[in-house]
């Protein structure tokens, strides 16, 4: 990273700052997808990673789950305080600022899932996601499951642009994506059973993504 580069925490604040809802306001294809798994698996208490400006938080809270939602950005953060407010959501949404590279701020057993959209792509190194991956499991209760989407190899993106570590590369945006293979995925999944990886297209603005939707469960 160059002196005058800002970081990926900063670009994620000033996107939010300029833009009301950058993904959209529609939830995402995961969240549709995933609402049917949540409600097989019985779960109630859902902890969303990467949460952005809550488009998918609001979905599943609408949805009868009780959400808990972590996101870097306090800009994206303070966005959904004030709109879980408005929509009187308060008591079914907690929202908190917290880098998830850091432990979770929740004891073992504390959720029935964990769900994230786009989360674990961002610029983590495989090691961090396989550490991110064992705090997930960490705070899940016995059975429970780790929903998540993450771009794939068949991507547009993939191998374009300024190439920043293995399989990552910095977008004209200022976003730095790491791909992922159907491989890794279920190499970095120690301590899951992997019920689930499926592509999927995410077409949300500004243009159209493909994906993996993975589903785990806690062994
Ligand atoms: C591609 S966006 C997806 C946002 C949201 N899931 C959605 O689909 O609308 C990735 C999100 O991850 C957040 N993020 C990236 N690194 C993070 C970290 N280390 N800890 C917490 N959040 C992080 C960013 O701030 C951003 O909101």
Redesign the pocket.
Known sequence: MSDQEIT??QQ??RT?QNAKD??GERP?E?AVSALPTLRENGSREVL?????????TWYLARNGFKMTS????ES?VCQMRDVARKKGLEGVVAVQV????NPLPFPDASFDAVY????F????SEEEVAKMLDECRRVLRPGGINIYSVRNDHDPHYGKFEQRGKDMWKNPMG?VVHFFTEGTIRRLSNGYDVLQVKEFEDP?PPFTKKLYEVVLRKS
Request: charged letters at 20%; glycine letters at 10%; proline letters at 0%.
């Open positions: 990926q925490q994620w604040d939010y950058f993904f995402s995961l969303e990673l990467g949460c952005g400006q809550g488009r998918d972590l996101d870097y950005s994206g917290h880098d998830a590279r994230s959209h786009m989360f792509t961002m610029e983590f976003f949300s």
